[in-house]
């Protein structure tokens, strides 16, 4: 983490992994910070695409709790079986690849919902893609529920996905202005 000056110099900067910075226990390959987004002053969303504790290649995200200095101070992992019900993810859909803070999408008060894709989801085909929008409970560690957005699913139409990858990034916008 870089604290960066008005001039956009380096200040100062924090590392987390698993042996500094207050990380979580991590082994080779896990792609800590492949996604990262903030969804609070102090509440950050790293992932670990290749993170294997649900199956090879599942990945998982970190809810990181963070100091003011840029340590974290706890943080919580969900993934298939921890967070998410079994079978959500799946073995190599390497889920984590990017993801985005979306606020509060759906106009409950709560800026607490976020996106959060696999570029190899087996959904409707192939390693098609899809992405997750986790609607995190008020302690923005539980999962109240989520929509999985892909080929066949989450209001788009089977077939429409040709090619691979979907949700190989993601960002946030309201491109027809209605305001979601
Ligand atoms: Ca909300
Ligand atoms: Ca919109």
């Known amino acids: ?97 990017s993801a985005a803070f979306l606020g509060d999408l759906n106009n409950d008060g709560l800026q607490a919902e976020v996106a959060v894709c696999s570029a190899h989801d087996q959904g409707g085909g192939t390693s098609k893609g899809a992405c997750l929008i986790l609607f995190l409970a008020s302690d923005l560690k539980t999962v109240d529920r989520f929509v999985r957005i892909g080929d066949g699913s989450g209001g788009v139409e089977a077939g429409t996905i040709k090619g691979n990858n979907f949700g190989m990034s993601v960002a946030r916008g309201d491109g027809n202005g209605d305001g979601n």
């Open 1 to 97: 983490m870089l604290f960066l000056a008005a001039d956009a110099s380096v200040e100062s900067y924090t590392m987390i992994s698993s042996s500094t910075g207050g990380g979580p226990p991590l082994k080779s390959r896990d792609g800590l910070g492949r996604a990262v987004a903030f969804i609070g002053p102090h509440t950050l969303v790293a992932s670990a695409f290749g993170d294997d504790t649900a199956g090879s290649g599942t990945g998982a995200v970190y809810i990181m709790e963070l100091s003011a200095d840029g340590v974290c101070t706890s943080y919580i992992k969900i993934t298939d079986g921890l967070g998410l019900p079994d079978g959500t993810i799946g073995r190599y859909n390497f889920w984590g690849v």
